[in-house]
């Protein structure tokens, strides 16, 4: 068939995160992965911290009212100064500290693409990488080699994963909704099959014992990943025939064809209606025969 683009505009009404958070009841909280290594919860992207011999090295930064509270939980972790923040992607929920970190001197560093889309959308200085990279990155701290790997469209054109070698612990950013239904920003250069294909990818590069920090969502395992893995195929297996017969958004719609999956995964970021209408339309898009 050939490739033709549906011209059913799709009105997509994101969710609006944590704006109207009364941040004051916000609390952050920290769960130990292993040693040297941490996993914040707030509200937002969950926070990756590594501790040790020489400095702090965090992952994301959730929102900006919430910096001083992370900044207070990680001094009970430790004292010592923290060096880099590293950005898994440009969404606010994972950068939106970058300034009030930036102007404390401590040193931004994401892809390239995280540059260039905060820097378009007009962000100051101070929350801009200071450092940016274009395909891997690896940090020799704390004893460990923190591995970062880009991955060209998958949530968006930016993301990174992080594989902590020496701790067999991997920070997968937004690239893992752990029980949840992925959030795919097409527009921000994400895509479905880039998902697909990284948490693929992913798991034929880790192990059994390998703990997983995702994006958003809970702690977990190989195991873990390998139940969304199965779950998005499941998916993609529910959604792509429709798409073959050339259906509208609004007529698979019809068909609920995601009706088993909705009520376990679409009470996070994506609701169930958001979800179909951004991962159907990429399907449909993207269909090459
Ligand atoms: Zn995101």
């Known amino acids: 068939m050939k490739k ?3 011209a059913t505009a799709v009105a997509l009404s994101l969710p609006t995160g944590a704006f109207a958070q009364d941040w004051d009841n916000i609390e952050i909280t920290n769960i130990k992965v292993t040693d040297g290594l941490y996993m914040l919860m ?34 009970e972790l430790s004292t010592d100064e923290i ?23 401590i040193d931004i560093v994401a892809h390239d693409n995280v540059y260039k889309r905060l820097s378009d959308s007009g962000s100051p200085k101070e929350a801009l990488p200071i450092i940016s990279f274009n395909d891997k990155l690896t940090f020799h701290m704390n004893g460990i080699h923190m591995k970062t790997k880009h991955y060209h469209s998958a949530h968006t054109d930016g993301d990174s994963v992080v594989y902590f070698e020496g701790k067999n612990v991997i920070h997968m950013g937004d690239t893992m909704f752990n029980e949840a239904y992925p959030y795919v920003d097409v527009p921000g250069g994400g895509s479905w099959q880039g ?4 948490a693929k990818d992913t798991l034929a590069t880790i192990d059994d014992e390998t ?14 990943l390998q139940i969304y893995y199965d779950v998005l195929l499941d998916i993609d297996s529910l959604l792509r025939p429709v798409a ?30 958001t979800f179909i209408s951004i991962v159907y339309m990429d399907i449909y898009n993207h269909l090459d025969n």
């Open 4 to 6: 033709t683009v549906l």
């Open 42 to 75: 707030g509200e937002g992207g969950n926070l990756g911290v590594s501790i040790g011999e020489d400095g702090v090295f965090l992952i994301d930064d959730q929102y900006a009212p919430l910096t001083e509270k992370i900044l207070a939980a990680i001094h």
């Open 83 to 105: 060096h880099f923040v590293f950005n898994t992607h440009y969404h606010d929920d994972h950068t939106g500290g970058n300034e009030n970190l930036g102007k404390k001197g």
């Open 195 to 198: 998902i697909l294909d990284l």
């Open 211 to 224: 703990q997983i920090i995702p994006g958003h969502g809970p702690l977990t395992n190989k195991a873990g």
């Open 244 to 273: 073959k017969q050339g259906l509208s958004l609004e007529d698979a719609k019809k068909l609920s064809p995601l009706a088993k999956y909705d009520g376990d995964y679409g009470n996070g970021f994506m609701d169930p209606d």
